[in-house]
T-cell receptor, first 112, second 116 residues
Framework: TQLLEQSPQFLSIQEGENLTVYCNSS?????LQWYRQEPGEGPVLLVT?????EVKKLKRLTFQFGDARKDSSLHITAAQPGDTGLYLC????????????FGTGTRLKVLA | DAGVTQSPTHLIKTRGQQVTLRCSPI?????VSWYQQVLGQGPQFIFQ???????GRGNFPDRFSARQFPNYSSELNVNALLLGDSALYLC???????????????FGPGTRLTVL
């Protein structure tokens, strides 16, 4: 069974601080996606990383895919209250099967 | 363009009843996936359909079934509801079923099912 473990599970920080969320697995994924989900809504796609070692930046968010495509990280610089939400990573299964495996989630709260 | 739509938004049922949830994918998307998200956890994969055929199934009992229609919309059915079926049921659409960078999936707002 493939598992994607995220850490930390919960994070409460002050506005302006930096933070990193980790997504780890013992399995290789063809791609990895990061989502943010707000209460009562579906997850919203932030980024997809595909190549081992790939780094993508989205304003204050930096995403990295591990060289072996088994892990990923999300770094937020100068967090803002609007960044508050549940952050989920999801691994795309290598070709031959048709499903995404979601991580356990990191609940972030940014205090003003 | 309209995103993924799901209906109903909320639903309350009692144990033993049956429920049908509906999903309309983004125009041009032929693949629909269903996920169950229990409060405080990440979504768990239930089914994926592509071109009206089941392409993947997660670790859920036979009480869960789904189908996809010629217009690519989909229904998820759950029979003999249990208290533990209470969750947010999410539908996601994508152009094709593969898990690669060309096949990003987009989620609907979900249906909140409460089983009493």
């Amino acid at each position: 069974t493939q598992l994607l473990e995220q850490s930390p599970q919960f994070l409460s920080i002050q506005e302006g601080e930096n933070l990193t969320v980790y997504c780890n697995s013992s399995s290789v994924f063809s791609s990895l996606q990061w989502y943010r989900q707000e209460p009562g809504e579906g997850p919203v796609l932030l980024v997809t990383v595909v190549t081992g070692g790939e780094v993508k930046k989205l304003k204050r968010l930096t995403f990295q895919f591990g060289d072996a495509r088994k892990d990923s990280s999300l770094h937020i610089t100068a967090a803002q209250p609007g960044d508050t939400g549940l952050y989920l990573c999801a691994g795309g299964h290598p070709s031959g099967t048709y499903k995404y495996i979601f991580g356990t989630g990191t609940r972030l709260k940014v205090l003003a | 363009d309209a995103g993924v739509t799901q209906s109903p938004t909320h639903l309350i049922k009692t144990r033993g009843q049956q429920v049908t949830l509906r999903c309309s994918p983004i125009s041009g998307h032929k693949s629909v996936s269903w996920y169950q998200q229990v409060l405080g956890q990440g979504p768990q994969f239930i089914f994926q359909y592509y071109e009206k055929e089941e392409r993947g199934r997660g670790n859920f009992p036979d009480r869960f079934s789904a189908r996809q229609f010629p217009n690519y919309s989909s229904e998820l059915n759950v029979n003999a509801l249990l208290l533990g079926d209470s969750a947010l049921y999410l539908c996601a659409s994508s152009r094709t079923p593969g898990g690669d960078n060309l096949n990003e999936q987009f989620f609907g707002p979900g249906t909140r099912l409460t089983v009493l």
